[in-house]
């Protein structure tokens, strides 16, 4: 027999779009007071007061702080997961490593606040949890991306494409670096091509 789907009435539609609101609204306020404060300086209701909802409601949303960062965090993944997602299966070995850094180069001028943030955030003491935590994220969110990159290093005949993988991962974080400290957009293509010259005589 089948059971008949109870329909949202006007209420539960309105019920939701608050819930949303106040989500959305402690996050941004969370993001703020991190950034200002630090992790470890931030409490609940300093949130709750940015966020101009009781201490309580953030309760209800949010079980600490904790919780909110490790939102932020994942939001964050989900974008950076869907730019990857983005990019051609049957793509050169090549050309699928140039478009990777193009769309991590992007992704990481687009999201430089947040990205910031959470680097800041996750150094501190109090945040060893959180990091493990996001250690995990991307380890899990990632693989697919890492095992195309391994299978492209494999093409190129690199016998320890897990090695490769470390030197492009260095190589890619002090890019991003660069270009949040510096201004070093206009020679981001130059600095990609330079290190695809590395595998044209492989």
Known sequence: MTV??????KSDNKKQLARER???RILASAIVLFSK???AQTTMEMIANHAKISKGLAYNYFKSKNQIFEQIIDTHLAKQERFYNNIPPNLSAKEYVREFFIRSIQFAKEERKTMVLISVCLFQPSAVSLSKKM???VERRFAPFKEAMRERFRTYGI???DKEMIFIKTFLHGVIMSQHFNDTTTCTPTIIEMLLERYDSK
């Open 4 to 9: 008949p789907q109870k329909i949202p009435n």
């Open 22 to 24: 106040s989500t959305e």
């Open 37 to 39: 404060h630090g992790f």
């Open 135 to 137: 250690i995990e994220n």
């Open 159 to 161: 016998k320890d494409p």
